[in-house]
């Protein structure tokens, strides 16, 4: 791989995002509302750079087959982890908690399904509701990495989190169905 792929700014945005997870997991480890506002600015500049790696790849034409590959991975990582947090100290439980496995499952069957059909030579494109999906998930994240630190500031930011992670879940469902469709019939051909 040529260097100056490797370390393309949109490249080097995505590996930033995969070093946030053990930093913001780092936070967790630790008690106190300074923990979680550090968890939660480590997550937003990370959740930012999901929309600067693609958008200044394309724009720079330094689009690659490992952008492309780490930038689901990076993101499902993120996801997936501060999802295992805020279920481990508490901020997401009782029926919430499907909410977090609906997520969860969703994103391990589209990435098995994409990467089932990429052998096929088969793309499925992200759709604009599965970029709202995403959009709604960071902002419940958000949200919930803030927990009781953003609580003091303003009340009501958990239950907003919850809610908000209850919307991306049934966005998750609907845009999951929708990939599903898209590649059912490739899956039925074989």
């Keep these: 791989m040529a260097r100056n792929v490797a370390f393309s700014l949109p490249n080097l945005l995505t590996y930033a995002r995969i070093l946030a997870v053990p ?14 506002w550090i968890a939660l600015a480590i997550f937003i ?10 958008y200044l790849a394309r724009a720079w034409q ?37 909410a977090a496995i609906i997520i969860l499952c969703r994103e ?9 059909l990429a052998e096929l030579r088969v793309s499925v494109p992200v759709t604009k509701l599965a ?3 995403t959009t709604v998930q960071l902002v419940a994240l958000a949200l919930l990495l803030a927990g ?16 908000a992670l209850w919307i ?13 469709r898209a590649g059912i019939g490739h899956l039925i051909e074989e």
Excluded: H, N
């Excluded at 391990?108 to 089932?116: A, K, N």
């Excluded at 009340?155 to 919850?162: D, I």
């Design 62 to 98: 330094q689009q690659s087959a490992l952008g492309r590959m780490l930038d689901p991975i990076a993101d499902k990582l993120l996801v997936a982890v501060c999802l295992l947090l805020l279920v481990y100290k508490g901020d997401i439980g009782g029926w919430s908690l499907i």
């Design 45 to 54: 500049v990370a959740a930012v750079t999901d929309f600067f790696d693609g």
């Design 23 to 36: 930093a913001v997991t780092a936070c967790f480890y630790f008690d106190g509302m300074t923990p979680r």
């Design 108 to 116: 391990i069957l589209v990435s098995g399904l994409r990467e089932f």
């Design 168 to 180: 991306a879940a049934m966005l998750t469902l609907y845009t999951g169905y929708d990939y599903f």
């Design 148 to 163: 009781p630190a953003g609580e003091v500031i303003l009340p009501g930011t958990t239950l907003a989190g919850l809610v």
């Design 131 to 133: 970029k709202w999906k």
